[in-house]
């Protein structure tokens, strides 16, 4: 089998849906499979996609085990030559898998590949390439200064913003949300390591690859990645939650920074976690809500009046304007996965938010559905 789609899944089930209806289309004529791990959704997450998809194959975990151990559990069942690590919330394209292939037969030394992310209104996602977290890198990471000097080789070096997003680069870190991987690598390496638990695990993995001799490549290839990083960065859960990764991280690659690392890092979390805290009480003692017009909508589809009517929109165009604010519904009956991906990407400007019309639900998919 060519390639091996795993994707645990955890309280998504519409974007879930769309994410394995991507999929199917995306791997048209390939020999390849899909795994699905459940960590155990609180929802009906299972009932509701199971029945749609019985070429698929589910694994039911009756605990939260984590990122780490769900795909390990699908990796280990994998049969393709190239194991695609996926998020549920990611739409992906046949060019996102056909040109990686490409890639690594003929790139011998490449390990894994990661491509051009963005969000579910065309943005590109700096997370889909970034260098290792050494205590440097972590420090300015940490303490604002790749922020303040997004193009700096010295302090940006995290997200890598000084290379050209729109060309491929060796890098070093990869995304979990789309890791496209050789088996027999993935095997060397004994998948995830499980002492992560989210985030982090990808870093590990992307750095134990380079150490065994292979080579981590961004390729600038479209996916739509709805959640980012998955967590609100103001959020006190995600501050503690990822840099207490990186504390593992640095214990088990850096232990001889210890001295240096641990201290920095606490302080980081600290700061961090004390800065989104008393960002929240000023917004909720200051800050009052704006109330912006959302725009014109405008219904991309071949029956625009039916799916309008279903969507409850009242007043729409057929057309994107080109300035001006505007919510762009996309039908995904009219449109292939590959079409959706192209047209935000492409069409991807301030002012516009696009959605996607799932025709099976007859709802809309958004980010805000998060």
Not at 109 to 132: N, Q, T, W, Y
Not at 320 to 339: E, F, M, W
């Amino acid at each position: 089998m060519d390639v091996s789609i795993v994707i645990v899944s955890y309280r998504v089930k519409y974007f879930l849906e769309q994410t394995i209806a991507a999929a199917r289309e995306a791997v048209t004529g390939i020999d390849a499979e899909i795994i699905v791990v459940d960590n155990n959704s609180p929802d009906d997450t299972m009932a509701h996609v199971k029945p749609r998809f019985p070429d698929v194959t589910f694994v039911e975990n009756h605990d939260n085990v984590g990122f780490a151990r769900a795909n390990n559990q699908a990796i280990n069942m994998a049969r393709g030559r190239y194991i695609l690590i996926l998020n549920p919330d990611t739409i992906i394209t046949t060019r996102s898998i056909t040109e990686p292939m490409q890639w690594m037969q003929s790139h011998p030394k490449c390990g894994a590949i990661g491509v051009h992310m963005i969000d579910g209104d065309g943005v590109f996602l700096p997370e889909s390439k970034r260098a290792f977290p050494s205590p440097w890198v972590s420090f300015c990471k940490i303490f604002g200064l790749s922020k303040l000097f997004p193009r700096s080789r010295w302090f940006a070096k995290y997200h890598l913003r000084y290379l050209d997003e729109h060309q491929p680069h060796s890098v070093d870190i990869l995304a979990g949300a789309y890791m496209f991987c050789r088996a027999d690598v993935l095997q060397q390496m004994r998948g995830f390591d499980e002492d992560f638990f989210m985030y982090g695990e990808d870093i590990d993995l992307s750095y134990r690859m380079v150490q065994a001799g292979y080579q981590n490549w961004y390729l600038p290839v479209d996916i739509i990645h709805y959640k980012g990083e998955s967590t609100k960065k103001d959020s006190l859960q995600y501050v503690r939650i990822f840099y207490n990764a990186m504390l593992i991280f640095y214990r088990k690659h850096f232990p001889k920074f210890r001295v240096v690392a641990y201290p920095i890092v606490k302080l980081g979390v600290w700061v961090r976690q004390s800065l989104a805290m008393l960002k929240r009480v000023f917004k909720s003692l200051f800050c009052c809500k704006k109330k912006d017009k959302p725009g014109q909508w405008v219904v991309l589809s071949d029956r625009a009046e039916q799916v309008a009517q279903q969507a409850g929109i009242a007043d729409y165009v057929t057309a994107i304007p080109l300035q001006g604010k505007a919510q762009v519904l996309i039908d995904n009956r009219c449109h292939t996965y590959s079409q959706i991906v192209e047209t935000i990407a492409t069409r991807s400007r301030k002012g516009l938010n696009f959605h996607i019309y799932s025709e099976q639900n007859q709802l809309i998919i958004t980010p805000k559905m998060h």
